[in-house]
């Protein structure tokens, strides 16, 4: 039965994508392609689409990720701090207007902040050379705090304009998307889950705890960095694209779980096409239902996401049966 | 000693362990598990039991001494090539653990590249579970989920299995089914077992006991050479002393009601 469920999973995921591309405010016939409709398509909705399936993709997988490694159903991509990184460094930019790099400088910052995060994360979460887990999500936890009150002191200083653009990016926005973007976006992830694909077997392991993980001929503390840095090159080229979008990280790779069962081996790729669909069709009703304003995809992928979870979660036991 | 057909596959000469900074929690530990053995480690709680297995399953390293497995150096082994040889199963189970039964047994043939003949099914068959494949871990019974994980050791096929105790909480009868279930493995599979207890009667029914009191072995061989009045006081702090009926069933007797 899983072949089925992955084979619809992976159907509707392709719909949503595909009708991501051709809905929205104008709706495009691709048998019927003309001038202005095409422009649209290729050098806005494409790209856009892109980049919300990437993030999307980037954020599910690292969800299961670090769910599994840390052993922690909470655990999402934004707990150890990523993101708070990534936002304060991305609001410096929006705030004060300084764009060092032109059109990229926002992607940049954020990345930067993020990856000056991971580091600091990191190595908070180290101990006699291994990373213990509840240090990594107290490390990330009391850094997030950090950055966020920085964050709002930031906020507090700056115009309403600012403020307001900070804001959107904080919940994810999608607007500023273009081609120029993809491919930085395309190394990191790719990357990042090429490590976590090749160690789903390590991730299952794991799930069974160090010692059980060991005793299978794993190095727990080894396997445990490499997903930390996937994670990290994930999540920082995720967020550095569009902004902090929740939810997904944390409920995706459950839903996902509740759907298909826990081996990783199938988890991590159903997340990465199903994260990538839903932060592609939450972008597409973000910016149908109140044209030309744009609701934040954060917004929406909450708002539909959270009540679904809610249903599953009541309809069945955690664990099954 | 009785071991006329032993090969040695574990040897442990003058091991010892600390946590760097702390007292030693093992010292100078020295014995071997010979092809086949069935070894129950007893002692009280925080005797070094747990770290004894450890120890010998490659999760710590020796502070001082050395171990070897199968006369080479265990530290010297890559994980998937001492995986192949040894397998450890710690005290506390996880019970949060969302796998399928089939799912979680299937993971013992991780270290291989080549998976060696015995089936997912085989395995689940030996510990009596084939009819569970499909259910999650959590749903099962303590004995039941403590043989899934027995099946996952028999998959991964290593020689010798060390289990710091398999037979905590569980009710009377899952623990003589355990200890049936691994009696019988031993003789068809020849695998050796090293099993941590704290339970005196379990140990009665071993062939081969060792004693541990604060890191240090008191005494090893045969349990009616070993559980006795004096040492069993020395190790528990308590006064117990073990009979036999004349039906030839063992008890035992606290040195209060006597």
Redesign the interface.
Known sequence: MPKLKILLLTLISSLILLSSLFFGQNTINPFDLRGAEKDILFSIRLPRVIVAFLMGSALGVSGAVLQGML?NPLADPYILGISSGAALAAAFGLVTGSYLFGQLSIPFSAFFGASVVSVLVGAFGWKKGRLLPERLLLAGVGLSFLFYALLMLLISMSSYEGVRRTMLWIFGDLSLADWSLIPYGLVFIIAGMYISVCRS?AL??L???D??A??????AHRERLLFFISVALMTSASVSLGGTIGFIGLLVPHIV?FII???NRIVIPVCAVSGGAFLCGADLIGRSIAPPMEIPSGIITAVIGSPYFLYLLRKRD???? | MSSEHNQTILELAGTGFRYSGNKPLIKDLTFSVGNGEFIGLLGANGSGKSTILKLAGGILKPSDGHINLWGKQLGSYSNKDRAKLLCYLPQLLDMNIPFKVGELVSMGLYPYDIPPEISVDDALALVGLLDKSGSYLANLSGGERRRAFIAMTLLQGAGLLLLDEPLANLDIKYQLEIHRLLKDLKDTKNISVIMALHDINMALQFKKVMLIKEGKILGIGEPENVLKRELLKEAFDVDIEVRKQNGGGTWLSYGESS
């Open positions: 052993r077997k299952n392991a799930m069974l705890g010692d059980l060991h005793s299978l001929g794993f190095s779980r069962g826990a081996d955690v664990l099954g049966t």
